[in-house]
């Protein structure tokens, strides 16, 4: 790659990982029609939590997708496919050693999931079955994580679509072989989703294997090679740093997400639903902003690896111009129909009501955000997962001292005015390190 990728090039490459992540809440909402339709009130919100307890055990573990990508992306242009297959191997590694751990610790896991959300005897216990059968997908999914690391790296967005959607097709179709045909209800769920798992990774697996076979490598991949190479300290402590420092970063996303809800919820069930419906809006213009981020990394990080510095800044300020531009168009989007984009949702009268006062808040917060997520995939496109880190730690604090302050003194408004200083905030901390050190210095 000698010359940045023209716009064109640009909005293709997203095109197919915001298909892709649309396709995700497309499952959730043919695993609640499932149960809706086949089994009771319980088994709703059995499945209802336990998804919510994997979603935060396996966000935390985000950083093998990150990390992946950055690594890979700075290999790709290589000549040979030796530091290529090496980074791929040592990621694999590291996402079987955690899955080996999560399904050895599970009962811990489990006992401190189950601590933490309160629910009925009667939605605990199938809540229990779900996550019994779920947890042995771990591996599936971790190294999953680690496959579409790749395809991002390298570029092959499309692949990427694909595994998606099959991943969430086979899912739907074996929840409702399962849970509806064999009236499995919600053990046939889990069930469902960890087979789905396990075929998606298999056939990533065997595309990622085709795809490195095409390129020459200089080594033979036996044990001396697992030695020297797989194993070596310096490479090897590299990636375990970067993946700490994502996993920090992840962390403190989710306790700033997590202290939200928390405040929202002291102002009563109405403040609690609307905040809730309004992070849903933020969470669907994630999957546009995301696309372009995903794009950054990849294209940032070839760039990065050849040592072309201009051409790194030239990408970079590309996709921060898509990127700012589908944020404002899809805050105008939530402005001009988020009376009927909320009614979509919900037709409870406080609510709606809630909602529409703070409607405001979130378009404000999509508009701003677009930079974060921005600098998100430059960032990762450097490998500089310590800055990422920083900027977090950063924010959060300052999210909780505003949100302590500014929701006592102004309410859910305060709170507001705190959760879209949180996104400036990392921005800002990452545009002040990018323009202190540069991408050479951070890479």
């Not at 001292?401 to 408004?413: E, I, K, P």
Request: aromatic share 12%; glycine share 8%; charged share 10%.
């Amino acid at each position: 790659m000698n010359a940045p990728p023209g716009y064109c090039r640009l909005i293709l490459s997203a095109a197919p990982i915001i298909a892709a992540n649309c396709a995700v809440p497309l499952l959730g909402l043919a695993d609640t029609a499932i149960i809706g339709h086949y089994a009771g009130v319980a088994d709703l919100g059995a499945v209802a939590l336990g998804s919510l307890i994997f979603s935060f055990v396996y966000w935390a573990f985000g950083f093998l997708r990150m990390t992946t990508t950055g690594f890979v992306s700075q290999s790709w242009d290589d000549a040979l496919a030796d530091s290529v297959v090496a980074v791929v191997a040592r990621a694999l590694v590291i996402a079987l050693a955690i899955a080996t751990t999560i399904l050895l610790t599970q009962s811990l896991i489990s006992w401190l999931a189950f601590t933490a959300f309160t629910a009925s005897d009667g939605v605990e216990a199938l809540a229990h079955a779900y996550f019994d059968i779920r947890v042995w997908g771990a591996p599936a999914t971790l190294l999953t994580y680690v496959c579409f690391g790749v395809l991002i790296g390298a570029g092959r967005t499309a692949a990427l679509l694909w595994l998606q959607l099959l991943l969430n097709g086979l899912n739907i179709l074996l929840d409702f072989i399962f849970a509806a045909h064999f009236q499995m209800g919600v053990a046939g769920i889990a069930l469902g989703t960890v087979v789905a798992e396990y075929v998606t990774v298999a056939v990533a697996l065997v595309y990622l294997a085709g795809m490195l076979r095409k390129r020459p490598m200089s080594v033979t991949l036996d044990l001396r090679w697992a030695r020297t190479v797989l194993l070596a300290p310096a490479p090897l402590l590299a990636l375990v740093q970067a993946n700490g420092n994502v996993m920090v970063r992840t962390v403190m996303l989710l306790l700033a997400f997590g202290w939200f809800t928390n405040i929202s919820a002291g102002f009563g069930d109405a403040v609690l639903a609307a905040n809730h419906v309004l992070l849903q809006f933020i969470a669907f213009s994630a999957f546009f902003l995301d696309g372009f981020a995903f794009v950054t990394e990849s294209f940032v990080g070839r760039a990065s690896g050849q040592g072309n510095m201009k051409l790194a800044r030239q990408v970079s300020w590309r996709c921060f111009w898509l990127a700012a531009i589908t944020a404002l168009l899809l805050a105008l989007g939530l402005a001009l129909g988020g009376a009927s984009a909320i009614r979509l949702l919900t037709d409870l009268p406080t609510v709606v009501e809630q909602t529409s006062t703070s409607l405001h808040w979130a378009v404000m917060y999509i508009a701003c955000s677009f930079a974060a997520f921005h600098l998100d995939g430059v960032f990762i496109g450097a490998t500089a997962t310590k800055g990422m880190r920083n900027a977090a730690v950063v924010a959060t604090a300052v999210f909780f001292v505003l949100a302590a302050l500014l929701s006592r003194s102004h309410g859910n408004d305060g709170l507001w005015v705190a959760f879209v200083v949180f996104v400036i905030a990392r921005a800002v901390c990452l545009a002040v390190l990018l323009g202190r050190d540069g991408l050479k210095k951070l890479s």
